[in-house]
């Protein structure tokens, strides 16, 4: 296959006009057939990698079943998400090991390549528990932990962790070479989440959402995160999670290689509003706000393709939005030899979009998606 005349996507962040070589399942410096896709006009990007998100279209990937997890992995495809490493919630032991013996034997057919895991509760703190079931919430150990690592067949790639419980620092520093260390659900002040970046932890589950605020007197995680030039910060922007000023302001703050977009999004995503879950606890979505009834913001309902042109909206430049959505999970995560940048010898996966930021084709693995 050849993409021809795209405004092509490069690993230093910019547009160029050029063209593409596909063979098989990768980008190439040779082409396997005579099949030209004529990209003309179009902006040729990377399929989108989302760390961090439960659920769509009526599934979530805390059901635990094949078919979830095919459902889910056919939506983000089309939705331009070509990789995805989803999240559990806070649940009992057994629960989890459900799910994560299922990512283990999940064989994708059709839809976004499974990469990992992204582990979110049960080590996360009452006070700022969010949409999570505080009653399977718990302190940290390491054995617990790599128990459930095993029975995933060590898919897990990332594990928040609220700094301030108990066991939590050392929790981190005896796990920083296994998995990245999140910090996250949490009241720790400035002090408490330094230290736990002095002890391993390397990024930052939804920064702004619950956690204590960026004060000028007490700058909490934020500040801390904003201190430590190695730490990574995911960003909801959905338009409801953060402000579009605050959204602005945090590029400004971090700059583009220290953010990575992420949906968080639940299963009421890619449906209309009503009742849904999130884990056992029941959630109403109106105008893409997923909500508890008592008013708790539970995830959201927009893919991570829409939170791309929603931060665009915002006065992000594409460039900029494009290589939070890419290279930086990809690089985060430890899958950039694979995947997060058009470069020969990675899986061949792109999207073209129009001028709009309209999805005009998704290529997964080589493959046109119909």
Do not use: W
Request: proline share 4%.
């Amino acid at each position: 296959m050849l993409i021809k005349n795209g405004f092509v996507f490069q690993e230093n962040s910019t547009f160029q006009q050029t063209d593409i070589s596909v063979h098989e399942e990768f980008i190439s410096n040779i082409t396997s057939d005579g099949k030209v896709i004529d990209a003309t006009g179009l902006y040729v990007i990377p399929g989108l990698i989302d760390i961090h998100f439960h659920g769509c279209v009526g599934y979530d990937f805390c059901d635990g079943t094949p078919e979830a997890l095919q459902k889910i992995a056919e939506y983000e495809a089309k939705c331009g998400v070509t990789s995805i490493i989803p999240a559990s919630l806070a649940l009992n032991d057994d629960a989890l090991l459900r799910i994560f013996e299922n990512a283990k034997n999940y064989k994708n057919q059709t839809g976004s390549m499974l990469m990992g895991i992204h582990m979110e509760g049960p080590y996360l703190s009452p006070s700022k528990k969010g949409a999570h079931n505080e009653a399977y919430l718990k302190t940290p150990f390491v054995t617990h932990f790599r128990s459930l690592n095993e029975k995933s067949g060590n898919m897990i790639k990332i594990l928040s962790i609220a700094p301030e419980l108990d066991g939590a620092l050392e929790t981190i520093e005896e796990l920083k070479e296994e998995v990245v260390l999140s910090l996250a659900h949490t009241s720790a002040k400035y002090s408490q989440a330094m230290e736990a970046f002095q002890k391993g932890a390397s990024h930052v589950t939804h920064l702004y959402n619950a956690m204590l605020p960026f004060s000028h007197r007490e700058p909490g995680l934020v500040g801390a995160a904003f201190d430590n030039p190695d730490c990574m910060v995911e960003l909801i922007t959905d338009g409801i999670h953060v402000s579009p000023t605050v959204v602005r302001a945090t590029f400004q703050m971090f700059g583009k290689d220290r953010i990575i977009l992420i949906s968080d999004s639940m299963r009421a995503t890619g449906l209309e509003n009503g009742e849904y879950t999130l884990g056992d606890l029941a959630v109403t979505v109106k105008d893409n706000k997923a909500t508890l009834h008592d008013g708790t913001i539970a995830g959201s309902a927009t893919n991570l393709m829409d939170c791309i042109k929603k931060a665009v909206s915002f006065g992000i430049s594409l460039e900029d939005a494009v290589t939070c959505a890419t290279i930086n999970p990809a690089k985060q995560t430890r899958i950039y030899d694979q995947v997060g940048s058009i470069t020969p010898g990675k899986y061949a996966n792109l999207v073209l979009l129009d001028k709009n930021l309209n999805i005009v084709s998704v290529i997964l693995k080589g493959n046109v998606l119909e």
